[in-house]
């Protein structure tokens, strides 16, 4: 089992970055693919982007184009997202997510049900 907790979220201009960060309790941090899901008020939780096992791979929902970098460092037992050219419409709360697989390669996972673990959020508002 593992346990999340998100921080770096806040307050930021339209325009501006953020960098959050999703610390990972428990053993064997390297065995879980990692994911960012973010929800808005009234909205669906929505897939941000997901990173496999040794950090090899990475995949992004369709609305990132290329503003967000996700990454890992399995040494520190945490995943980041760093996010720039921030607008309103990324205004949610983020929650990191884990999902232990034996697949070492480029294995990256994009639906919520696909993931065993989540955080409790970390809000993210975008003033414009």
């Known amino acids: 089992q593992v346990q999340l907790v998100e921080s770096g979220g806040g307050l930021v201009q339209a325009g501006g970055s953020l960098r959050l960060s999703c610390a990972a309790s428990?053993?064997?941090?390297?065995?879980?693919?990692m994911g960012w899901f973010r929800q808005a008020p009234g909205k669906e939780r929505e897939f941000v982007g997901g990173i496999s096992r040794n950090g090899g791979s990475t995949f992004y929902g369709e609305f990132v184009k290329g503003r967000f970098t996700m990454s890992r460092d399995n040494a520190k037992n945490t995943v980041y997202l760093q996010m720039n050219s921030l607008n309103a419409e990324d205004t949610a709360v983020y929650y990191c997510?884990?999902?232990?697989?034996?697949?070492?390669?480029?294995?990256?996972?994009?639906?919520?049900?696909?993931?065993?673990?989540w955080g409790q959020g970390t809000q993210v508002t975008v003033s414009s």
């Open positions: 997510a884990a999902r232990p697989t034996s697949l070492i390669g480029s294995v990256v996972y994009s639906e919520r049900v696909q993931y065993m673990y």
């Open positions: 428990g053993r064997s941090f390297s065995s879980y693919a």
